[in-house]
């Protein structure tokens, strides 16, 4: 029961409605500066003035690695079947079935195979609005196929994490991901193969406690937010101030747990100069104009 109540409506606000059309302008929350929409997507949804990284969703990211735009999809229609039969304030499977409409994507990752610089990849990218790019099973059994597509082509893997972490409505069940891609990049490193993780704004919990941060390189995008818990949770826990930018890309780089922070303008050419450097083999086609050349030397 409320102590006090409004006997009266409150007055109504003067102002009018902004006669823009929506969705025309943004305002960057890292320089409040007003960008042209149009702008913003001609530069990766990368504020031009400031270089802040709006969030981007799996398919645009896919769109801003693979050449053309051009990729394979692989294993669409993989859904969660609520193990738990899980209710918060409700029931999992009606969240699902409402995220799924929403976003037109069975689960949080979207495997893809194509084509970086000319080199034959295989890329997971999470989907942040997918339940918080959460990691339930169906996300680990997904990467961990992708790992598995890529140790049968002998191609490197590239997992660009977008998450809160692992999905509580799955329980223990979506934790045990954690040491099943784990345990699939192992055999990836057995089998000589590179793996690339890239870290985005936020990458935290479960996924940042297992394969984000197995990378042979760890690439983070500038300012995301990486770590396992928040920051709040650890204050309280410490009982101690947190320092600036904790938590933050440049922080992490400066400490030593990534390897690069790159600006997503030019994330593709790193990856592919870093694959190259890992010795990434050329694309097939490639491989065979070269083929005679190199029987040649042998006699
Ligand atoms: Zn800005």
Redesign the pocket.
């Known amino acids: 029961m409320a102590w006090f109540k409004k006997a009266r409506k409150p007055i109504e606000s003067t102002e009018k409605p902004s006669r823009v059309p929506e969705g025309l302008w943004v305002k960057?929350p890292?320089?409040s500066?007003v960008i042209y929409n149009k702008d913003l997507d001609k530069n990766q949804q990368v504020?031009p003035?400031?270089a802040?990284h709006f969030r981007i969703s799996a398919a645009e990211r896919l769109r801003n690695l693979f050449d053309d735009g051009k990729w394979e999809e692989h294993f669409p229609h993989l859904t969660s079947n609520d193990p738990l039969k899980f209710t918060d304030t409700k029931p999992y499977n009606a969240r699902l079935k409402a995220t799924i409409a929403k976003t037109g994507m069975s689960d949080a990752v979207v495997v893809a195979t194509g084509k970086v610089d000319g080199l034959d990849v295989v890329i997971a990218a999470m989907e942040y609005s997918f339940i918080g790019g959460s990691m339930g099973v169906v996300v680990g059994e997904k990467i961990t196929r992708a790992i598995e597509i890529a140790l049968d082509r002998r191609q490197p893997v590239i997992i660009i994490s977008c998450s809160g972490g692992a999905r509580m409505m799955e329980g223990a069940l979506s934790l045990m991901q954690m040491a099943k891609v784990s345990a699939a990049l192992a055999r990836l490193d057995r089998a000589r193969l590179p793996f690339i993780s890239v870290l985005t704004d936020p990458t935290t919990g479960g996924v940042t406690a297992s394969f984000a941060m197995l990378g042979d390189l760890n690439i983070a995008e500038p300012k995301a937010l990486i770590g396992f818990a928040g920051p709040r949770v650890i204050e309280q826990t410490i009982r101690q101030k947190l320092p600036e930018g904790f938590q933050r890309s440049e922080f992490l780089l400066e400490k030593g747990m990534i390897d690069f922070v790159v600006d997503r303008r030019e994330m593709k050419a790193a990856i592919a100069k870093a694959l190259r450097f890992m010795g990434a083999a050329a694309s097939p086609a490639a491989v065979e104009t070269a083929a005679p050349a190199e029987a040649a030397a042998q006699h």
């Open positions: 960057c890292g320089c500066q504020c003035k400031c802040h």
